[in-house]
């Protein structure tokens, strides 16, 4: 059993949509972070939170909005997305960044989402 | 640069054969290494890491990885399959910004 819970499972919205991702950890975690993995391909990194703080962004358009309300819970938000947005986006979270390197980087099960 | 390379994009074994995907890396020092594996629909589940001490690497559900300084390798191994390890494996290294750099995948199928 993941100890990552992400909602929705499945999304599906229009261009003009505006809808959330969440994720929810109760490991205590202070690092948190957002992938997206197409089809056959390995996840890519989007952002990563460091207690509560936005540590990178790796030039993802802005019609995409992480937010981190407090130490549990990681929000990606949606705005004006475009059809080739569609993928599974993976949170995932570790201990803290330097947690990482031990391999404890946990992973949900991922919001698979369509744009129509 | 920091980067791991699958060379296998697909691999189909008969169930209880063995196995070994192969993984190869960059990296200029003692590298973190990773294997993680992917079933359908779901998120990755960690099946065993490297970062110092004995080459060979045990995991869970029967795999284990052998570091290989000299041809820069983590392949992964399992002497025996189970058609539930039909999934996608990654290997990944982390670099020393903490960013975990994942390969491209090999899709495992095991037939009967």
């Known amino acids: 059993d993941t100890e990552v819970t992400q909602t929705p499972k499945h999304l599906v919205m229009g261009m003009t949509n505006k809808k959330s991702l969440k994720c929810e950890q109760h490991?205590?975690?202070?690092?948190m972070y957002w992938y997206k993995q197409k089809a056959k391909k390995p996840p890519e990194l989007m952002f990563v939170y460091s207690y509560e703080k936005l540590s990178i962004n790796e030039s993802v358009p802005s019609r995409f909005s992480p937010e981190c309300p407090n130490s549990s819970l990681l929000n990606l938000h949606l705005h004006a997305l475009q059809p080739e947005d569609s993928a599974l986006y993976l949170c995932?979270?570790?201990?803290?960044?330097?947690?990482?390197?031990?391999?404890?980087?946990?992973f949900g099960e991922g919001s698979r989402l369509t744009v129509l | 640069a920091q980067s791991v390379t699958q060379p296998d994009i697909h691999i189909t074994v008969s169930e209880g054969a063995s196995l070994e995907l192969r993984c190869n890396y960059s990296?200029?020092?003692?590298?973190?290494l990773f294997w993680y594996v992917q079933s359908p629909g779901q998120g990755l589940q960690l099946l065993l890491k490297y970062f110092s001490g004995d080459t060979l690497v045990q995991g869970i559900k029967g795999f284990e990885a052998e570091f290989k300084r000299s041809q820069s390798s983590f392949n992964l191994r399992k002497p025996s399959v189970h058609w539930s390890d039909a999934a996608e494996y990654f290997c990944a290294v982390i670099n020393t910004g903490n960013q975990f750099y994942f390969g491209t995948g090999t899709s495992l199928t095991v037939i009967p």
């Open positions: 490991m205590g975690h202070r690092a």
């Open positions: 990296y200029g020092a003692t590298p973190y």
């Open positions: 995932a979270s570790s201990q803290n960044l330097a947690g990482v390197r031990t391999g404890e980087l946990f």
